[in-house]
């Protein structure tokens, strides 16, 4: 089992997992060129994908997937609430699924376990995936954790957490005061602090892989995200990943 980043970010997301030859990609906020050159840079092509998953409907996870997937003929997962949301988005469109926030399905050889998280959007979830062998947890929009989050988290051998912002730079930004008291509610997104308390709280003793994900690029930095989770985990701040806007990050893989 292996993961993989296209990018992360508010101009765009999108995550790759696969095992035993099952791909499955974690939203797409790309164009349809752009979403495909980002799959080059990881060796796969468009039709390697069997699935996307729709974490919730804001456009920087959901806003590429329906020309993607129409493209490609790949099938797309959401939740009844998100497909209820973004229904203008999937209109006259097939393989389009609906799950229940709590309940866990199988594509190919992976397992999807959807948990809920509070965000504003209309059923938003994040998802722990398994092979049978190993868990990865993808947590990267959330305004506060919850102890369902953390359970459905704890034991995880990889995960991909969101650092979206440092809480001094977001207060001294030129953003509007509502726009900053939604991204620090609990309702927004998860700071650099809270993040580092999380983990603090689960279990990490099988982890192997750690990246910090959806950095602002106006309020955050890499240097932050990486002392706050090592902090919290009493590790060298360099093992900490950063899953970058542009860039994404590489394979990771499970030894």
Known sequence: MRFASLGSGSEGNALVVEADGTRVMIDCGFGVRDTAARLARLGLEPEAVAAILVTHEHSDHVGGVPAFAARHGIPVWATFGTLT?????????????GFDSHDAFAIGALTICPFPVPHDAREPVQ?????GDHRLGVLTDLGASTPYVEASLSGCDALVLECNHDLELLAQSAYPYPLKQRISGPFGHLHNEAAAELLARIDTSKLKHIIAAHLSQQNNTPDKARAALSTALGCAPEWIGIADQAAGFGWREFA
Do not use: K, S, Y
């Not at 973004?86 to 699924?97: K, T």
């Not at 998802?127 to 092979?131: E, M, P, T």
């Open 85 to 97: 949301a973004a229904a203008g988005r999937f209109g006259g469109m097939d393989n389009v699924f």
């Open 127 to 131: 998802f722990v995936i398994g092979d």
